[in-house]
């Protein structure tokens, strides 16, 4: 599966982003797709995740709330919406595909993950 990640950006703190991750090359059904973030010098952390076939969703406890994890079937995408940005939120923001369940998505190891994007900049200014 190819992904590519886009709807980075900067925003002021409680201002909204969202983040699009386009798949393609192979059909979705049986996967589970993630978003994960990262900062300079901190391993790559679980934000959300969706399984394609019946939309069970999964979020990290930091974001469980005003995070929204969706996706379209009929353009193989998936959604990451963010409101009430913080500037802890700030990252590097991957999309990730695997064959797996949401709850093994939320602790899975890293070098497991068959397919990531390639990462979009979220900066928000306090």
């Known amino acids: 599966v190819q992904l590519q990640a886009s709807g980075g950006g900067l925003v002021q703190a409680g201002g909204s982003l969202r983040l699009s991750c386009a798949a393609s090359g192979r059909t979705l059904s049986g996967y589970c797709m993630g978003w994960f973030r990262q900062t300079p010098g901190k391993e790559r952390e679980f934000v959300a995740a969706i399984t394609w076939s019946d939309g069970e969703t999964l979020y990290a406890d930091s974001v469980k709330g005003r995070f929204t994890i969706s996706r379209d079937n009929d353009k193989d995408t998936v959604y990451l919406q963010m409101n009430s940005l913080k500037p802890e939120d700030t990252a590097v923001y991957y999309c990730?595909?695997?064959?797996?369940?949401?709850?093994?998505?939320?602790?899975?190891?890293?070098?497991?993950?068959?397919?990531w994007g390639q990462g979009t900049q979220v900066t928000v200014s306090s």
């Open positions: 990730a595909a695997e064959r797996t369940s949401v709850q093994a998505m939320g602790v899975i190891y890293l070098p497991f993950v068959e397919s």
